[in-house]
């Protein structure tokens, strides 16, 4: 065997370290996928009515201000120029947090890079519980204890060289 030959052999396996099974994910890998697509899903919808309600809220408040006369109305514009941009703001990290949870956690997912998806899962799943996202928040968390289970089932192959060895029994 050439050195070549070695350095290919080491890539390839360097390569599927994180996969679970060659071309197919495993049941539990395979839930935690379909559980996090439905996340996403439920995240966006969610994303999608609090966008229509504050565009309506906002129609029916500068509806009511231009009819009562204008800047000098009961509503301050300073305060929905303000109440607006909170709700922008808030609306950036929803947009943001779904792009995470996808690129993060599905996207490893469905290229079978199961480990890489393990830390995001419990990550994303933690915060959105912690910021009022529960639905969204539980399907992540049941997520990270699918790929825990597919990760038990079948453990890497290979070991990094960097990695440290325990020391050897002294007697």
């Known amino acids: 065997m050439i050195a070549a030959d070695v350095h290919r052999i080491r ?26 697509l ?12 609090g966008l229509f309600f504050i565009i309506a809220f906002l129609a029916v ?7 009562a006369g204008g800047a000098t109305a009961s509503f ?4 929905l120029g303000f109440f ?9 990290i929803g947009f943001i947090w779904i792009l995470l949870e996808y690129f993060l956690v599905y996207k490893k ?17 933690v915060i959105t519980l912690l910021f009022g996202g529960i639905i969204t928040g539980i399907l992540l968390i049941i997520a990270y204890v699918k790929i825990r289970d597919s990760i038990a089932r079948h453990p890497p192959a290979y070991q990094h060289p960097y990695q440290q060895q ?5 007697f």
Request: charged share 15%; hydrophobic share 45%.
């Open 11 to 36: 890539r390839q396996s360097l390569n599927s370290e994180h996969k679970v099974q060659g071309r197919m994910l495993d049941s539990d890998a395979s839930s935690a996928k379909t559980l996090t």
């Open 38 to 49: 439905v996340a996403i899903i439920l995240q966006s919808l969610f994303f999608i009515l």
């Open 61 to 67: 408040i500068l509806g009511t201000t231009a009819g």
């Open 76 to 79: 301050p514009m300073v305060g």
């Open 84 to 92: 607006g941009t909170i709700f922008a703001f808030g609306f950036a």
């Open 109 to 125: 997912l469905s290229e079978e890079r199961v480990t890489e998806a393990e830390t995001p899962a419990l990550v994303l799943g």
């Open 166 to 170: 325990p020391p050897p029994p002294s």
